[in-house]
DNA sequence: TTGAAATATACGCATTATCGTATATATCCA
DNA sequence: TGGATATATACGATAATGCGTATATTTCAA
């Protein structure tokens, strides 16, 4: 399992992941992102159309950051959850 | 210099960057995504309510992914453009 | 199994992206 | 410096977000 992130899907899949790792509810999260928990929801879901700004929004509070890779470079990073 | 993003401005850049290290123009690089080119000029100027659809669809045509790390990790990748 | 907590949806509203089509600017090279 | 290329903006239309407020649903533990 990498934490790897191609896809609004994947965006989301890793933010639930990565909440749930905290322990966090979907309120908690976006009571500390200032958002509703139901934009929250739709995040998670991988909605497409979610706003850039929301899922940096999530890895702020979730004290997370990206690195940009060379797709295929075969740099698997283990996943920290 | 780090090819680190916090935020929809610092994606914008990086894609900036690497839609130039390819020597792509805005146009170039928006109908291999099937959007317009405003739309990827608006993209690269960070706005935050981009569809996160629209981020991702570039990061594909510039066949980049982005990995997940833990904030202030210290793992300072140099960029590779 | 039951009941609380968590998550997915809903409605009206305001806002804004993106589209299609165009054009004003800005940038860069011959 | 002139012209071509590239980028930023514009306008009306359409669509979908996120908000506030609520409520179905699902999940999970006592």
Redesign the interface.
């Given at each position: 399992m990498?934490?790897?992130?191609?896809?609004?899907r994947m965006?989301g899949d890793?933010v639930r992941k990565?909440r749930k790792a905290r322990g966090w509810s979907q309120t908690e999260l976006a009571s500390r992102m200032n958002v509703r928990q139901a934009t929250v929801s739709k995040l998670e879901a991988g909605e497409?159309?979610?706003?850039?700004?929301v899922?940096?929004d999530a890895?702020?509070a979730l004290?997370?950051?990206?690195?940009?890779?060379?797709?295929?470079s075969g740099?698997d990073?283990a996943s920290?959850f």
């Open positions: 990498t934490d790897l992130i191609r896809s609004p965006a890793l990565a497409p159309a979610t706003r850039m700004e899922f940096f890895l702020t004290q997370l950051e990206l690195v940009v890779s060379k797709r295929g740099a990073f920290f």
